[in-house]
């Protein structure tokens, strides 16, 4: 089974709004990064975030991390309909292993 | 940054034929690799853990003389999909650990798309 859920698994919204993202796994982890993957294509590396870390930014881009609640979270701020794409969390419980991924959140940014 | 390719980028072949994909780190040395495997709409599935020297890692429920793995050098790792069926038809990526600022980050290949008529 799939080490991490995210929800929602769609998300429609207007340009100019923030998205956010949510995604929860079972294990403890080493780090955690966000991925993005437009229709068809490869994926593109977001933001990692480790285990001792709480909060990244990176751009338009916010990730929190909460080890407790093993959850985190992708804000997208002032979203663009160039952000639409499917995002994914992956965790790794390792620094180099295998990454873990998400379901996934498909996000729509209307124009 | 560091850099992933694949190739072919996408492939059709017939059943019962074998079809192998390359997946290269180009900047940088990766002893380990990771193949998964993407059906559509659906999220990434770790398929095996690609090793340089040694014999590939497969998860559980993947037929390791189906998907026959070799990590040549420490650039190259080739994924073959021997006897293919539509079945096998899917999105198949690679990926490659790069340390980074204290972290290794995976880096993907854009993928490789496989049809099998």
């Known amino acids: 089974s799939q080490q991490g859920e995210e929800d929602p698994q769609a998300l429609s919204i207007q340009e100019g709004e923030n998205a956010t993202m949510n995604c929860s796994y079972k294990t403890s982890i080493n780090n955690l990064q966000w991925y993005r993957q437009n229709s068809g294509r490869g994926l593109v590396h977001l933001i990692l975030i480790r285990s001792n870390e709480r909060e990244k930014h990176s751009g338009r881009l916010r990730v929190t991390l909460d080890t407790s609640k093993k959850s985190s979270s992708l804000l997208i701020t002032a979203s663009r309909a160039a952000d639409t794409a499917s995002y994914f969390c992956a965790t790794r419980n390792t620094n180099a292993g295998k990454s873990t991924f998400g379901d996934g959140t498909t996000l729509t940014v209307k124009p | 940054g560091a850099v992933v390719s694949q190739h072919p980028s996408w492939v059709i072949c017939k059943s019962g034929t074998s079809v192998k994909i390359e997946c290269r780190s180009l900047?940088?040395?990766?002893?380990?690799m990771f193949w998964y495997r993407q059906f559509p709409k659906q999220s990434l599935m770790l398929m095996a853990t690609?090793?340089?020297?040694?014999?590939?890692?497969?998860e559980q429920g993947v037929e390791k003389d189906k998907f026959l793995i070799n990590h040549a050098s420490l650039t190259l790792s080739t994924l073959t999909v021997t006897s293919a069926h539509p079945e096998d038809s899917s999105f198949y990526i690679c990926?490659?650990?790069?340390?980074?600022?204290?972290?290794?980050?995976?880096?993907f290949g854009p993928g490789t798309r496989l049809t099998v008529t």
């Open positions: 690609s090793n340089e020297g040694s014999k590939a890692t497969y």
């Open positions: 990926s490659a650990p790069k340390l980074g600022q204290g972290s290794y980050e995976q880096y």
């Open positions: 900047d940088f040395q990766a002893t380990t």
